[in-house]
């Protein structure tokens, strides 16, 4: 077993000591799923776009519907069209390929969606996994999950869920380039595309309910993958009636290899040990404690001159949802312009949801503000529970942080850098190596806010999750057991088109 503090430790970056990664493109993974064979069912992306302000879809008050929402075809297109939609093609030395609308480390998208329909009106009753480039529905299982679900899956939601969403990572797919660092990146990009699922949930009114804790290898069994090269991450159920409608299914047969090592080559794979060993720790839920009296600042020291941030400001002008979502992009061209207060306090405040901070063991925002209107140069810390914030250090730490960031040099002329920080040893302790993925999942989710607030004001965006670990809490000056896990950096941008 390895905690999540060691697994974070063993991965770690260290100046000088990186060592050359040739990129073989003869086992470089496919970037989609598919199973030969099988036919699957096309979804149409000609869907009724559901338009919100971004900020109220944020953070407003929440409007569920109180009926059973209506599951068909064209409601699951939408579902994931909103969730993971193609944003745009480029090409490389690797060959062309289709950007997404969620980040991802490298542009290698080891995310996959499948989907467990329990009751449609148009659509089987089954396990299906979703393809965004075919834009359609394989169905791998017949019939209804939801009794052996109810099981499997740890949920506050109580109600027969109508749909439920698994987001899995395929490994090797980011393991490829990062190596054993890639389970960080594995987290971070599946949180980025579950946000994208919330947001359109949102928007529809609908209740759901989120899950990390869950039998693994029930779940992995279910969607047929074998759980050390794919792997569920986490679970989203769309709320239904209480009523079951049809027989539900209690047991399973085990799915053929065909359908087991889809969309992989496992001789063509890298065993890389430390994504192995982290992931089989964490399979284990642990009993939790009471989290209020063991959180604790990532900060050696913190003064308690608090400052609210104050009202949430007028969207008028920013571009709406979904086109900050669909139309997404990393941008990192970073003119070294002024940013507005206004254009801060709209990003703390996504950053301070309060449903979301009351349900999840999230890890502290901290935000290096270099350039931004009125505002002292130096590090503050974002206190959610009260939408408050407070300089830890002042200086000009942007220049620094780009260095820490294996010297990319773009970075330093960003107005802000979001960071996100957690004490490991404390979560190890309170939460096992489980915890782990609580963190950077919720790290992942937090900065797809990042990046739709960045992509409805106009501004530049850029998540960065390779930094020299041990420098990056020297500069930070972090408490013992606390690191760095990701850093998205936001700004005005040179040119849009870049």
């Given at each position: 077993?390895?905690s999540?503090?060691?697994?974070?430790?063993?991965t770690?970056?260290?100046r000088?000591?990186?060592?050359?990664?040739?990129?073989?493109?003869?086992?470089k993974?496919?970037?989609y799923k598919?199973?030969p064979?099988?036919?699957?069912?096309?979804l149409?992306?000609?869907?009724?776009?559901?338009?919100?302000?971004?900020?109220?879809l944020?953070?407003?008050?929440?409007?569920e519907?109180?009926s059973?929402?209506?599951?068909?075809?064209?409601?699951?297109?939408?579902?994931?069209?909103?969730?993971?939609?193609?944003?745009?093609?480029?090409?490389?030395?690797?060959g062309?390929?289709?950007?997404?609308?969620?980040?991802?480390?490298?542009?290698?998208?080891?995310?996959?969606?499948?989907?467990?329909?329990?009751?449609?009106?148009?659509?089987?009753a089954?396990?299906?996994h979703?393809?965004?480039?075919a834009?359609?529905?394989?169905?791998?299982?017949?019939?209804?999950?939801s009794?052996?679900?109810?099981?499997?899956?740890?949920?506050?939601q109580?109600?027969?869920?109508t749909?439920?969403f698994?987001f899995?990572?395929m490994?090797?797919?980011?393991?490829?380039?990062y190596?054993?660092?890639?389970?960080?990146?594995?987290?971070?990009?599946?949180?980025?595309?579950?946000?994208?699922?919330?947001f359109?949930?949102?928007a529809l009114?609908?209740?759901?309910?989120?899950?990390y804790d869950?039998n693994?290898?029930?779940i992995?069994?279910?969607?047929?993958?074998?759980g050390t090269?794919?792997a569920?991450?986490?679970?989203?159920s769309?709320?239904?009636?209480?009523?079951?409608?049809?027989?539900?299914?209690?047991?399973?047969?085990?799915?053929?290899?065909?359908i087991?090592?889809?969309?992989?080559?496992?001789?063509?794979?890298?065993?890389y040990?430390?994504?192995?060993?982290?992931?089989?720790?964490?399979?284990s839920?642990q009993?939790?404690?009471?989290?209020?009296k063991?959180?604790?600042?990532?900060?050696?020291?913190?003064?308690?001159?608090?400052?609210?941030i104050?009202?949430?400001?007028?969207?008028?002008g920013?571009?709406?949802?979904?086109?900050?979502?669909?139309?997404?992009?990393?941008?990192?061209?970073f003119?070294?312009?002024?940013l507005?207060?206004?254009?801060?306090?709209m990003?703390?405040h996504a950053?301070?949801?309060?449903?979301?901070?009351?349900?999840?063991?999230?890890?502290?925002?901290?935000?290096?503000?270099e350039?931004v209107?009125?505002?002292?140069?130096?590090?503050y810390?974002?206190?959610?529970?009260?939408?408050?914030?407070?300089?830890?250090?002042?200086?000009s730490?942007t220049?620094?942080m780009a260095?820490?960031?294996?010297?990319?040099?773009?970075?330093a002329?960003?107005?802000?850098?979001?960071?996100?920080l957690?004490d490991l040893?404390?979560?190890d302790?309170?939460?096992?190596?489980?915890g782990?993925?609580?963190?950077?999942?919720?790290?992942g989710r937090?900065?797809?806010?990042i990046?739709?607030?960045?992509?409805?004001?106009?501004l530049?965006?850029?998540?960065?999750?390779?930094?020299?670990?041990?420098?990056?809490?020297d500069?930070?000056?972090?408490?013992?057991?606390?690191?760095?896990?990701?850093?998205?950096?936001?700004?005005?941008?040179?040119?849009k088109?870049?």
């Amino acid at each position: 077993m390895i905690s999540g503090f060691d697994y974070h430790a063993a991965t770690s970056y260290e100046r000088g000591r990186l060592g050359g990664h040739f990129l073989d493109r003869a086992t470089k993974p496919e970037l989609y799923k598919s199973y030969p064979g099988l036919n699957p069912v096309q979804l149409t992306r000609q869907v009724d776009y559901v338009r919100r302000d971004l900020m109220e879809l944020v953070c407003g008050a929440r409007n569920e519907a109180p009926s059973e929402p209506i599951v068909d075809k064209e409601n699951l297109a939408l579902f994931l069209l909103m969730t993971e939609a193609l944003s745009g093609e480029v090409s490389s030395t690797m060959g062309g390929f289709y950007l997404r609308s969620a980040a991802s480390a490298g542009a290698l998208y080891p995310t996959e969606i499948y989907v467990a329909v329990h009751r449609a009106t148009d659509l089987d009753a089954g396990i299906h996994h979703f393809n965004p480039l075919a834009f359609s529905l394989t169905k791998l299982r017949s019939g209804n999950f939801s009794a052996l679900l109810s099981d499997a899956v740890k949920t506050e939601q109580y109600l027969i869920p109508t749909v439920t969403f698994f987001f899995t990572a395929m490994f090797f797919r980011s393991a490829w380039k990062y190596r054993d660092r890639a389970y960080r990146y594995h987290l971070l990009d599946t949180g980025h595309v579950e946000e994208n699922l919330v947001f359109i949930l949102r928007a529809l009114g609908l209740r759901f309910d989120i899950s990390y804790d869950f039998n693994d290898d029930q779940i992995n069994r279910l969607l047929g993958i074998d759980g050390t090269g794919e792997a569920a991450l986490s679970v989203v159920s769309l709320g239904g009636s209480g009523q079951s409608k049809g027989e539900s299914v209690a047991e399973m047969n085990d799915l053929p290899d065909s359908i087991r090592y889809a969309g992989r080559i496992p001789e063509k794979e890298t065993d890389y040990p430390f994504i192995r060993r982290i992931h089989e720790s964490g399979k284990s839920v642990q009993n939790q404690k009471d989290e209020r009296k063991t959180r604790v600042s990532p900060f050696k020291a913190v003064s308690e001159r608090f400052r609210k941030i104050g009202p949430i400001p007028d969207s008028a002008g920013l571009s709406p949802y979904p086109d900050c979502v669909v139309l997404r992009r990393s941008r990192r061209n970073f003119d070294p312009a002024l940013l507005s207060k206004k254009h801060l306090s709209m990003f703390l405040h996504a950053l301070c949801d309060p449903e979301e901070k009351a349900r999840f063991r999230t890890p502290s925002i901290g935000f290096v503000a270099e350039s931004v209107e009125g505002m002292e140069e130096g590090i503050y810390i974002l206190d959610r529970e009260n939408s408050r914030t407070v300089l830890v250090y002042s200086g000009s730490y942007t220049k620094k942080m780009a260095d820490v960031c294996l010297n990319q040099g773009w970075l330093a002329s960003a107005a802000v850098h979001f960071l996100f920080l957690a004490d490991l040893k404390e979560m190890d302790a309170v939460y096992g190596p489980r915890g782990y993925r609580y963190l950077m999942l919720a790290a992942g989710r937090l900065g797809q806010r990042i990046y739709a607030v960045s992509s409805a004001i106009g501004l530049g965006c850029c998540g960065v999750g390779a930094f020299y670990d041990r420098e990056a809490s020297d500069l930070l000056r972090l408490s013992e057991g606390s690191r760095l896990l990701y850093l998205v950096a936001v700004g005005f941008i040179k040119n849009k088109l870049q």
